[in-house]
């Protein structure tokens, strides 16, 4: 089992940054790949970024080059850098991570509300 907890939400005005971080505990060293998804209001959850254990990231298009996922795993750690903010950036951003035998782990998530 792997528990996550996110921590960085806020509310920020367009043009501003936030980071977002995740922090796995239990049975890290089981994980794979690690990523972020955002749910906005009345919307599917979306992929945002993620990263593979040996540092692959992909990211979703309304992201590039402005977001940038790292991980630390020795700490067991994701971070998403969240630059030039936009109210379509909106939501609840979710950090997910999947296991080497493809079991997701999902943390509560929390909230970024970006102003105009």
């Known amino acids: 089992q792997v528990q996550l907890v996110e921590s960085g939400g806020g509310l920020v005005q367009a043009g501003g940054s936030l980071r977002l971080s995740c922090v796995a505990s239990?049975?890290?060293?089981?994980?794979?790949?690690m990523g972020w998804y955002r749910q906005a209001p009345g919307l599917e959850r979306e992929l945002v970024a993620s990263i593979t254990i040996i540092g692959i990231t992909n990211y979703a298009d309304p992201v590039k080059g402005r977001f940038t996922i790292s991980r630390d795993k020795a700490k067991a750690t994701v971070s998403l850098q969240m630059n030039s903010l936009k109210p379509e950036d909106t939501g609840v951003y979710y950090c997910r991570f999947r296991s080497n035998v493809l079991v997701d782990y999902w943390g509560k998530g929390t909230l970024v509300t970006v102003s105009s």
């Open positions: 239990g049975s890290t060293s089981s994980i794979n790949t």
